[in-house]
């Protein structure tokens, strides 16, 4: 091999752990000024805003390869296909989100028609696809999200630990036309969905979604998903032994958190792929010392 090879391979490799690391900080940097998230009080779920900041930077696969690292052991199912002189990409991803388990539904694409590694744009207001899902663990339902238009559809309990494994998502996205809508079905046939896990009416994909068909992040070794999960399992547990004579919901059990465990607390603010903010419909971190949280 070339010395200029060889640097060539040092430099890119050197700049994959740049990206990773700018990732990684991104995702476990704690609450700040911009909130990305809200809270329904009637599932005691936290879920990402229509408006989040997350928004602005779209999806790249390196975002998937800096989860496990940062204490989030997820199956993704990045599905990519070409229409109408865009590249798309459906992703789904359920898990351990640190302290919470939950799922996620994007919808992205890019008029970049090149490399797969390229930075996704959000879905459009008229790209956006009509979403709802309902998350299950060992059959047992968890939540479900109603059907809304949108790019990141998503859903976290705090406090709740579920490997990947013991969680399955029933995902349907309604699609402004026919010919998008069977694009969608093909792309999802292509990577090996079976007429069990996939099904169309009219312009509605329905997906079943247990073992993904794609390959996972290769940050995803047995020895860090090992170690992640059981970190978040602890923590979990720290979390209920600490909130168990708390009355009310998740909020109540952070405010509390917030007062005997900082450390903790602060732990627990940092599930889903970046800042928690709360609203209440948009309640900020002072919330936390400062209000009585709702019942």
């Known amino acids: 091999m070339s010395p200029l090879a060889i640097v060539a391979i040092v430099v890119g490799g050197l700049a994959l752990i740049a990206v990773i ?128 238009p949108h790019w990141w559809l998503t859903g976290f309990i705090l406090g709740h630990f579920a490997p990947p494994e013991e969680l399955a998502m029933k995902a349907t996205l309604q699609f402004g036309s026919q010919g998008m809508a069977n694009a969608v079905l093909r792309a999802f046939q292509q990577l090996g969905y079976s007429a069990r896990e996939l099904g169309q009416q009219s312009t509605r994909i329905q997906i079943l979604f247990t073992a993904p068909k794609s390959a996972q992040p290769q940050t995803r070794t047995p020895f860090i998903e090992r170690a992640s999960l059981n970190s978040s399992r602890e923590y979990c547990r720290l979390y209920h032994d600490l909130t168990d004579g708390v009355q009310g919901n998740a909020l109540a059990k952070l405010r509390a958190l917030a007062d005997t465990n900082a450390a903790l607390h602060e732990q627990a603010l940092r599930f889903g792929r970046s800042e928690l903010g709360y609203r209440h419909q948009e309640v900020p971190s002072s919330f936390l010392k400062n209000q009585i949280p709702p019942s």
Do not use: H
Request: charged residues 25%.
């Open 21 to 148: 690391a700018y990732c990684i900080w991104k995702f476990r940097k704690p609450f700040a000024q911009d909130a990305g998230f809200l809270y329904d009080p009637s599932q005691d779920i936290f879920y990402s805003a229509m408006d989040a900041w997350q928004r602005r930077f779209g999806y790249c696969q390196l975002y998937d390869e800096a989860a496990p690292l940062c204490d989030m052991i997820l199956d993704c199912e990045p599905v990519r296909f070409e229409y109408e002189g865009k590249r798309w990409l459906i992703e789904l991803w359920k898990g351990q989100y640190g302290m919470a388990a939950g799922a996620e539904v994007g919808v992205f694409n890019t008029a970049d028609l090149g490399l797969d590694a390229a930075v996704y744009s959000a879905a459009s207001e008229e790209d956006m696809p009509l979403i709802t899902f309902e998350l299950r663990q060992n059959n047992q339902p968890l939540f479900t999200r109603s059907p809304q």
